[in-house]
């Protein structure tokens, strides 16, 4: 079954810095297209950052100049290093794989970030 689970959220400063992980089954992640997704309380889901098809990488104005997602194919596992962190970063973030029409989601980790 195929899965997709993050890891490396939690509390911190403003002007911190935190690095997400999505670890995904090798059977979407190799022909998938990884990216990452937040929601506020409140609001909708929104992109964050990803990868393209062809493997270029597009963000959120948001975060532009911030945030980097970057991949490790070896390890099927996607990272998301976030720096210079504000408050209205505060979200719980998901991972996600899309796969042709089908996405894959993880569960989620939160992230709060303090002023």
């Known amino acids: 079954q195929e899965q997709v689970v993050e890891s490396g959220g939690g509390l911190v400063q403003a002007g911190g810095s935190l690095r997400l992980s999505c670890a995904a089954s090798?059977?979407?992640?190799?022909?998938?297209?990884q990216g990452w997704y937040r929601q506020a309380p409140g609001k909708q889901r929104e992109l964050v950052a990803t990868?393209?098809?062809?493997?270029?990488?597009n963000y959120a104005d948001s975060v532009k100049g911030r945030f980097t997602i970057s991949r490790v194919n070896a390890k099927n596992t996607v990272y998301l290093q976030m720096n210079s962190l504000k408050p209205e970063d505060t979200a719980v973030y998901y991972c996600?794989?899309?796969?042709?029409?089908?996405?894959?989601w993880g569960q989620g980790t939160q992230v709060t970030v303090s002023s």
């Open positions: 090798g059977s979407i992640f190799s022909i998938g297209v």
């Open positions: 990868f393209t098809s062809i493997g270029s990488t």
């Open positions: 996600n794989v899309k796969v042709f029409s089908r996405d894959y």
